[in-house]
């Protein structure tokens, strides 16, 4: 849009797809990118949204493309004869100069370390930024040097301050004697009192970050991870008045996690993120590795990787866990600490996991997900299995009595004697066989710890549990199952973590920012919070930005899935990188730096976000009605011009200026708006300031008669994107439906996940008997594999159907068998990149449009950084069948390359959709797919 540099005029510019641009010295044209990639972090990117630099003549309306690097050209800037621009053609961006006229490019600037970042140009000179530093580039002379700054500031963000941090809490874990909980957050451990004494910040350590908590069994150390060292090591500190840990491992790489003390206090175990299950020995501080899982789910949380949820037997002899074998199922596995005798102790047709040890050693407990009970669609033939674990146990003798034995009254029971030191014995011929179900439902089962007297468990009725996936769930309900009565009773609702002390009578949690301690024997679903205020501690913002930096650093060199890291000396990068943390001023600094070195990988999907920022620009919604503004002829008011009134049902989005009782129409003048007059000389949208979702009057008048007037009450939206989405969508199926007399259908991709899931149906379904249909994946902002979709779009008839009274049917009913083709555009990634590449790998039909985005590296974590800042780190690529990478950098090149023109779409005419009507036009006349008609009725030959 153009506006006056007062606020008002509000103008569309005729160019659909611009994000940056200046005008000629005499305004008739403008230089522009079509898209804005400066927050991107990927450096070196040649895929198919690279910018170049266009220019659109406002007079003949010609556009015509200045550049075509493979590469990045961007901002430009036009000055005198020449367009100035920032371009990375020697690998990192400088400043360039292009003659319009002739095409000829000359580099003006020679930096080789860091890149020149958002130019600015005026006064004879062009500003960027360069390694935390304000540079110019004098346009006449051709030299460049640093701008010397000095500015007197109080650094208020870098300044220490004390912080309350529970909303940063991320471990609990109670002393045994269930009178404090230690307490992990924003990388310090505190002790927290369940009623008498103070909070404790026990290591006080700003620039290192501690993780993982856990009191000894007899309460007298704390075992925890601590990256003081440089990496993340293993200490345990005596408790008492004194903090004074012991390192006790040495590592030069990897993360640790799901530290677990043996139940004599003698030993650590905890897996890595090679998928390592070890044991360290606290007396000889030596490390032993137990097993190595080759196999793990696509979408997994950092801390929940294979193996993850092992148990520790009383006996501290053995070790159970859950491991992924070649078949993609998991098996229960048992291994002796002592000897690494390692045993499969499943049966191997379903998911078994999640073991824990009955306090008496005699049997193991886990979770199986073999409870088939489908779900039909209610649309067509399709099964789905939700809520299909359930809960089990194996005798471990096999003379062992059965957990639940069953019941007589007229047999008097022997009270059980508790031995005085229980010795686990396993026979493991027959093991998996010696199975018994605990009378629990099919559900979600998951974190399963047994006691004496009760089975504790978390479920949730709706959930993430699909392809047994170990993601953390936002909250779950804790259950115990009583061993007496066996009956199942809630112990505590929506939490996110608990942890029993070793004698299984008081239960630690964690449910959102809160933490609690409750008897185990307690059935209180609300809980019983700690006082929290004084969770206190110092933060030294330049050393937790250090060690907020070496940790992403950290993180990529040991998650990314290219251990060369794509060939970069990524040591040479930190000490790139790492002195700009020392001229850091505030979080969002911070942010800025850690892009620029992921965005070194070259990578797709590197992404870092959030932290914790000490001063918010302040923020309020404008409501939102969903019209194309204008100015009235005598440009005395603001007059609706398109009003968008297409509905969501799904998502219950109803525009506010659709349904009954509204009436607005185009070329109607807003008046006033909640009695406040409006006119143009204020920005329409300053009227509508923090009135979103709330109820407005309106007062509209008519165009040539505003002094007929009257009133409108409507609820403004907080944006009009999907306003927008859903009429754009429905344009289109209009467009297609019409040009093709209703022989081709339409349907839009959104994505590859959920939204995509509500859009698609919408049109499927409609489809079965279209003879043709454009598969739009434009915009196509991914998420997961596209074959769920495409799967049913390319479903063929395999027989066909009659009855008496009604037309023939197809068997599958909803099977198009039609012609069809892929749109597909520079906008479309990740998943949206996987769409038109599958799309034409399965012999589907032609792409149409312009190169997609190219990304196909996969993030399967979101990883958690000191203040809640977060971070990725690309960790699975995908290649094809033949053994080679596909789309990564480079992106889907269509089948039938289409641009869209900006004067051709000032007029309407989208040309990527039209050309797909046009090929598939053809094909219906030279291919046309007949449905066959079935044979004459079977008559019988009498005899």
């Keep these: 849009y153009l506006i006056a540099p007062d606020g008002t005029g509000l103008e569309a510019l005729p160019i659909h797809e611009i994000s940056q641009g200046s005008f000629s010295p005499d305004g008739k044209q403008i230089a522009y990118n079509k898209v804005a990639r ?73 930096h080789k370390d860091y890149d020149a970042r958002r130019p ?75 009623e008498n004494g103070a909070i404790r910040d026990l290591t006080n350590t700003s620039g290192a970050r501690e993780l993982e908590a856990t009191w000894s069994p007899d309460g007298k150390k704390v075992a925890y991870l601590s990256d003081q060292s440089g990496e993340y090591e293993v200490y345990v500190a005596e408790t008492g008045p004194s903090w004074n840990p012991q390192k006790l491992t040495t590592h030069t790489s990897g993360y640790r996690h799901h530290l677990t003390w043996s139940p004599d206090g003698q030993k650590l175990a905890y897996t890595d993120q090679t998928l390592t299950l070890w044991v360290l020995d606290l007396k000889t501080k030596k490390e032993q590795k137990i097993d190595r899982a080759e196999f793990e789910n696509i979408d997994v949380s950092q801390n929940l990787k294979p193996i993850s949820d092992f148990a520790w037997s009383p006996d501290s002899q053995f070790i159970a866990y859950g491991k992924m074998n070649a078949d993609l199922v998991y098996h229960l596995y048992i291994v002796s600490v002592a000897s690494g005798e390692i045993h499969d102790v499943s049966q191997g047709l379903f998911n078994d996991f999640n073991p824990t040890w009955t306090p008496d050693g005699q049997h193991l407990v886990f979770v199986s997900n073999r409870r088939f009970n489908p779900t039909f669609d209610d649309f067509e ?52 066989d010696r199975i018994e179900a605990l009378p629990l439902p099919a559900s979600n089962y998951r974190n399963l710890v047994a006691t004496e007297s009760a089975l504790f468990y978390l479920d949730r009725e709706e959930g993430d549990f ?125 942010t800025y730096v850690i892009g620029e070195l992921i965005g070194e990988l070259n990578t797709s999907h590197t992404y870092v976000y959030g932290g914790d920022t000490q001063l918010h620009a302040d923020r309020v919604n404008i409501g939102m009605l969903g019209v194309d503004w204008k100015t009235s002829a005598d440009g005395k008011y603001y007059a609706f011009g398109h009003i968008y009134t297409t509905p969501n049902w799904s998502a219950e989005m109803v525009p506010p200026l659709a349904g009954p009782g509204k009436d607005v129409q185009v070329g109607d003048l807003l008046l006033q708006v909640n009695g406040q007059p409006v006119t143009p000389q204020k920005n329409i949208y300053s009227y509508f300031q923090n009135l979103a979702g709330v109820q407005v009057t309106l007062t509209i008048g008519k165009a040539g008669n505003p002094a007929t007037t009257r009133q409108v009450q ?59 249909i454009v598969v739009d994946g434009r915009f196509n902002g991914g998420g997961l594999d596209p074959e769920i979709f495409l799967k049913r779009l390319n479903r063929k008839p395999h027989s066909y159907w009659t009855r008496r009274y009604s037309h023939d049917q197809t068997s599958p009913v909803y099977a198009p068998n039609a012609h069809m083709v892929c749109l597909t555009n520079r906008q479309a990634g990740s998943g949206g990149d996987e769409l038109p590449e599958e799309f034409r790998r399965f012999g589907m039909g032609p792409v149409i449009g312009t190169r997609s985005w190219g990304g196909l590296v996969g993030v399967s974590m979101f990883l958690q950084l000191m203040d809640g800042g977060g971070l990725t780190a690309p960790d699975y690529r995908i290649y094809e069948e033949a053994g080679n990478w596909i789309v990564e950098n480079e992106g889907v090149t269509p089948d039938i390359e289409v641009d869209l023109d900006p004067a051709e779409m000032q007029r309407g005419y989208d040309a990527q959709l039209q050309k797909g009507i046009e090929v598939l036009m053809k094909q219906i006349a030279d291919e046309p797919r007949v449905w066959p008609s079935h044979p004459p009725f079977p008559a019988q030959k009498l005899q």
């Design 714 to 772: 409507v609820v403004p939206a907080s944006n009009e994107y999907e306003m927008r989405y859903q009429a754009w969508v429905e344009h289109n199926r209009a467009v297609v439906d019409q040009a093709s007399n209703g022989q081709i259908g339409y349907v839009h991709l959104p994505d590859t996940f959920l939204d995509s899931a509500v859009e698609f149906p919408k049109s499927f379904f409609a489809l079965a008997r279209k003879k043709a």
């Design 381 to 432: 033939w399709e099964l789905v299995y939700k809520k299909a674990a359930g809960i089990y146990a194996l005798t471990l003798r096999k003379d062992g009595p059965a957990l639940l034995p069953l019941k007589d009254d007229l047999t008097p029971s022997e009270e059980a004697k508790k031995p005085e030191k229980v010795l686990v014995r396993i026979d493991f011929d027959g093991l998996a």
């Design 38 to 110: 400066e927050h991107r972090t990927w450096k070196r990117y040649v895929g198919g949204l690279a910018q170049d630099i266009y220019l659109y003549n406002f007079e003949t309306k010609q556009n015509t493309r200045l550049t075509d690097f493979p590469g990045t050209d961007r901002i430009p800037m036009w000055v005198g004869d020449s367009v100035y621009f920032a371009s990375d053609r020697d690998g990192v961006l400088n400043i360039y100069s292009l003659d319009p006229a002739t095409r000829e490019v000359k580099q003006l600037t020679q």
């Design 120 to 194: 600015s140009a005026g006064s004879g000179k062009i500003v960027y930024e360069l390694g935390g530093s304000l540079w110019a580039l004098d346009i006449t002379s051709g030299q460049t040097a640093q701008i010397p700054i000095t500015i007197n500031t109080d650094d208020r963000e870098t300044r220490p301050y004390l912080k309350n941090v529970q909303d940063f809490i991320s471990s609990v874990s109670p002393a045994p004697n269930g009178k404090s909980i230690l307490v992990t957050a924003r990388g310090e451990i505190f002790t927290v009192p369940k």
């Design 466 to 590: 699909n392809r047994f996936e170990f993601r953390v769930p936002e909250d779950m309900d804790l259950h115990a199952f009583d061993w007496a009565s066996r009956e199942a009773g809630d112990v505590i609702k929506g939490i996110n973590q608990y942890t029993l002390t070793p004698d299984g009578q008081t239960i630690a949690y964690r449910k959102g920012n809160d933490v609690g301690l409750i008897a185990a024997s307690a059935r209180d679903p609300k809980g019983q919070n700690l006082a929290l205020g004084k969770l206190q501690m110092w933060i030294d913002p330049r050393q937790e930005w250090q060690q907020i930096f070496n940790d992403a650093w950290r993180l990529e060199r040991d998650y990314y899935y290219e251990p060369n890291m794509h060939g970069l000396d990524w040591n040479r990068m930190r000490e790139k990188y790492s002195p700009l943390i020392q001229v850091a001023s505030c979080r969002q600094d911070l």
